[in-house]
């Protein structure tokens, strides 16, 4: 089933927003600085991930397979929703093109079929039919293609058409660089782009394609794997 990608944990609990104040410095007892995962959690809890959430850090309401106990789930990131436009234009095309060609013709007395009327309106229903599957596909692919930081690791989860699921992780002690890039005018105006996790040996690197706020999502990882945030 498909839902078995990420569900809802029915069991977290919302927590009081605290402010967290010299955190990062060591204190004065000469303790070493929490981690930057100790970090967010002490900065209360995250948002709630809705239909339409393409990026989300500390969200309360993600679980997914595998996952350790008490792994903490630090960002979660799928592609910008303005990459959905294409698709969606394509389907609004393809739900118009009977409704505004099927008259045009009728007023030029031109035949729109050779099939009597019955074997027509089999066709429509099955050309719709086709829309709404095109539609579908691209809608689920966008939802369910996700990719997730924990505290641990970094799971890229890919799923194509229904039919292929492919999970890969990495631990974050695997990780040896990260970075983003953000070509044209559109993926700096609406501020997405592509993050490139870098992992040693012969493990496969990770890129988070089209993801929004790349520069966030760099800043998150890097901070998980020791370095500090530097600029782009």
Same mark, same amino acid.
């Given at each position: ?50 239909l ?22 630090? $960002? !979660?990131?799928?592609? /910008? ?7 969606? #234009? ?5 739900? +118009?093109? &009977? ?14 079929s050779l ?46 058409g ?17 970075s983003?890039?953000q070509i044209g005018?559109?993926?700096t $105006? !609406?501020?997405?782009g /592509? ?7 012969? #493990? ?5 394609e +089209?993801? &929004?706020?790349p ?9 998980l ?8």
């Amino acid at each position: 089933m498909m839902s078995d990608i990420f569900v809802a944990n029915n069991n977290s609990n919302s927590k009081e927003n605290q402010q967290v104040t010299n955190d990062v410095a060591e204190n004065d007892t000469g303790e070493n600085p929490p981690s930057y995962a100790s970090q967010l959690e002490k900065q209360g809890s995250g948002s709630m991930v809705h239909l339409f959430t393409s990026y989300c850090e500390k969200p309360d309401d993600i679980t997914f397979e595998n996952q350790d106990e008490n792994e903490k789930v630090l $960002l !979660f990131i799928r592609k /910008d929703l303005i990459t959905n436009i294409p698709w969606i #234009i394509a389907g609004i095309l393809l739900i +118009a093109i &009977p409704i505004i060609v099927m008259p045009v013709l009728s007023l030029f007395h031109i035949p729109t079929s050779l099939l009597p009327s019955n074997y027509s309106l089999v066709l429509t229903v099955f050309y719709y039919l086709f829309v709404t599957t095109f539609l579908f596909i691209n809608f689920i692919t966008w939802y369910f293609n996700i990719d997730i930081v924990t505290e641990k690791r970094v799971i890229d989860i890919d799923f194509e058409g229904i039919v292929y699921k492919n999970i890969a992780a990495t631990k974050l002690s695997l990780v040896q660089d990260v970075s983003y890039t953000q070509i044209g005018v559109v993926r700096t $105006l !609406f501020d997405y782009g /592509d993050v490139l996790v870098q992992t040693a040996g012969t #493990i496969d690197n990770f890129t988070f394609e +089209a993801v &929004p706020r790349p520069e966030d999502a760099v800043h998150v990882v890097e901070n998980l794997i020791g370095k500090g945030h530097e600029q782009l």
